[in-house]
């Protein structure tokens, strides 16, 4: 299962300055974070509580958090048995937005600085500003939780069994 995408979720901004983004220690105490754009695919790492299904994109705080695609912003979903906002804020997943897409794919992007610019509902297009890269929720150094879903009858705002977006990712990037 692949997905397509339109632009590459995070950016730095017009006359953005690295050198005064904030610095921030690893939570393991090894070094610095990055604060240039750095991802892998790290897809398939296999971490606590499971197997990743997600892209990291590490940077520096205040890089712009942008949708990939058109769609709308999920007006609610189910996770354990809790009925959750498209947009919002979670103990692991921090400052996030879940955006369903015209395919019914549902994008999930987590640990923004501060609440999404979206509300549930919302329509967004690929390019929209969702937020700022940050540092929210559990994450040992700033950086953007990119995953993708694919279309689910049954819990449409989670969605169903995961897509790993490097592919595409890579290609988007490189072509910035």
């Known amino acids: 299962m692949s997905v397509?995408?339109?632009?590459?979720?995070?950016?730095?901004?017009?006359?953005f300055d690295f050198d005064q983004a904030p610095d921030f220690q690893r939570s393991s105490g090894h070094g610095l974070c990055v604060k240039h754009i750095i991802f892998s695919n790290d897809y398939d790492d296999n971490r606590p509580g499971g197997k990743h299904e997600a892209i990291d994109?590490?940077?520096a705080v205040g890089l712009w958090v942008r949708s990939t695609t058109d769609g709308?912003?999920?007006t609610t979903w189910r996770y354990q048995n809790k009925v959750l906002p498209g947009a919002g804020y979670s103990h692991r997943g921090g400052n996030f937005v879940r955006i369903i897409d015209t395919n019914g794919n549902v994008h999930y992007y987590a640990h923004m600085?501060?609440?999404?610019?979206?509300c549930s509902g919302d329509m967004?297009?690929?390019g929209s500003l969702l937020g700022f890269l940050g540092k929210s929720g559990q994450c040992g150094c700033?950086?953007?939780?990119?995953?993708?879903?694919?279309p689910s009858p049954w819990n449409p705002g989670r969605g169903g069994r995961g897509i790993n977006p490097y592919n595409e990712l890579r290609r988007l990037y490189i072509a910035d």
Request: glycine share 6%; aromatic share 16%; hydrophobic share 45%.
């Open 113 to 118: 600085r501060d609440p999404a610019f979206v």
């Open 142 to 150: 700033p950086h953007l939780h990119y995953q993708v879903r694919g």
């Open 57 to 59: 994109i590490f940077g």
């Open 4 to 15: 397509s995408l339109v632009y590459f979720p995070v950016q730095v901004p017009q006359d």
């Open 72 to 74: 709308t912003v999920v």
């Open 124 to 126: 967004v297009f690929a």
